[in-house]
Nanobody
Framework: QVQLVESGGGVVQAGASLTLSCAAS????????MAWFRQAPGKERECVAT????????YFTDSVKGRFTISRDNAKNMVYLQMNRLKPEDTAAYFC???WGGGTRYDDYIYWGQGTQVTVSS
């Protein structure tokens, strides 16, 4: 069982930066692929970024490539999403998720946090 708690959301202006954090419980954190998803009102939840257990491999959806960075600290059971040059279209609830096998689909992930809201004003 893994519990995930996100933090770091807020209201920022376009062009600003924000770092989201996800604190995970459990002793097997390093075995999970971790991901950040986001969901805007009226839209499906989409995978923004993933990172494998060893941090050897990452994935970013096209719309955030070059602006967002995902990282993790297995010693602290933490995963981060550094978001730079934020745009109004990045406005969404952001969710941290954990998966045994990785992937970018909602169904690939078995543990979810409650989410943290990011609002980017123009």
């Amino acid at each position: 069982q893994v519990q995930l708690v996100e933090s770091g959301g807020g209201v920022v202006q376009a062009g600003a930066s924000l770092t989201l954090s996800c604190a995970a419980s459990g002793r097997t954190f390093s075995r999970y692929t971790m991901a950040w998803f986001r969901q805007a009102p009226g839209k499906e939840r989409e995978c923004v970024a993933t990172i494998t257990g060893s941090s050897a491999s990452t994935y970013f959806t096209d719309s955030v490539k070059g602006r967002f960075t995902i990282s993790r600290d297995n010693a602290k059971n933490m995963v981060y999403l550094q978001m730079n040059r934020l745009k109004p279209e990045d406005t969404a609830a952001y969710f941290c998720a954990a998966s045994w096998g990785g992937g970018t689909r909602y169904d690939d992930y078995i543990y979810w946090g409650q989410g943290t809201q990011v609002t980017v004003s123009s």
